[in-house]
């Protein structure tokens, strides 16, 4: 009998052993993490920062189209002199989980980026081979910008004052020339998800630099000429036609008051509309909220 109790008890010791160097080596613990964690971690530019820091570039985009000009949806040759855009409050975010601009919910942050003061930048400013306008650069932590966010507010001076957008340029058809300055103030304030384009852009390693873009697309108001008439570009789009009826002669010189007054309904609703969608990140969608 005392056999018996002694094999039990022998038991009893081995098998919490067995068991605890069996969880050891599936389960790391944090003061002791697995070896393939570490480096996970350590790869990952997502990953938590560290501490470490690096230069962050803020960028806008026009795109081509405010760059190289376009043919709208009515097929008006546009081409811009200026395009001025007005922004405030820029500011670049690390998400976990990634922000989803069209899920309703709020962005929550682990890091952050900003940009301190308002700008103005002229977004049709070199030919096609430049490079997005810098904003700004300023030291930031390390990891990933998954989220951008900005207002776009009117202007306190320069030659932009009191538009969010300011638009210069020229717009021709059947031999007809308007010179136009168009000027925009509705002001809104975007939350965008990461940059989609053929490469990721936010991935800021240590001592190294990365960049964040606010891309505009202008020819969600005007239309695009190369794409079919029913694309949803075209579809949701105002054109150029409704505001070439407002040229005195070859100049037409408003401001969203004017357009208001002398637009139809139907046609000032769609101005409205893809102005407030105008922000991008590349490819990439933001949710808007005007800023009053």
């Known amino acids: 009998m005392k056999r018996q109790v002694w094999g039990w008890a022998a038991i009893a010791l081995i098998v919490p052993q067995v068991l605890q160097g069996c969880a ?7 003061d002791a993490p697995a070896a ?24 806008a985009n026009g795109e081509d189209f405010v760059r190289q000009g376009f043919v709208t949806k009515d097929g008006w040759a546009i ?41 103005t930048v002229d977004l049709a400013e070199g030919d096609e081979n430049a490079e997005p306008i810098l904003i700004s650069e300023l030291e930031a932590p390390a990891g990933q910008y998954n989220a951008l966010g900005w207002q776009m507010v009117p202007a306190a001076d320069g030659p932009a004052a009191g538009n969010t957008v300011l638009m210069v340029g020229t717009a021709e058809k059947d031999g007809r020339v308007i010179n136009f300055n168009i000027g925009l103030d509705p002001a809104y304030a975007y939350t965008c998800g990461e940059f989609v384009g053929d490469e990721r852009k936010g991935i800021l390693a240590a001592d190294d630099t990365a960049d964040v873009e606010a891309t505009f697309h202008f020819d969600h108001i005007f239309g695009d000429g190369d794409a079919p008439p029913d694309d949803d570009i075209n579809t949701g789009a105002l054109g150029f036609e409704p505001l070439a009826a407002l040229a ?43 800023v009053s």
């Not at 971690?41 to 803020?58: I, R, Y």
């Not at 008051?257 to 509309?273: F, I, R, V």
């Open 79 to 119: 081409d811009f002199e200026n395009v001025y855009v007005s922004l405030a409050d820029v500011t670049a975010y690390q998400t976990d989980p990634p922000y989803d601009p069209d899920s309703g919910e709020e962005l929550t942050a682990k890091a952050e980026a900003a940009v301190g003061d308002p700008v």
């Open 24 to 30: 050891s080596e599936t389960t790391p613990t944090a």
């Open 36 to 59: 393939d964690t570490e480096e996970t971690v350590a790869a990952d530019p997502a990953a938590e920062s560290t501490g470490e820091k690096g230069t962050l570039q803020f960028r």
């Open 248 to 290: 005195e002669g070859d100049q037409l010189d408003v401001d969203m008051a004017t357009l208001e007054e002398q637009l139809s309904d139907e046609d000032y609703s769609t101005l409205e509309k893809t102005v407030s969608g105008l922000a991008h990140v590349g490819e990439g969608h933001c949710a808007e909220a005007p």
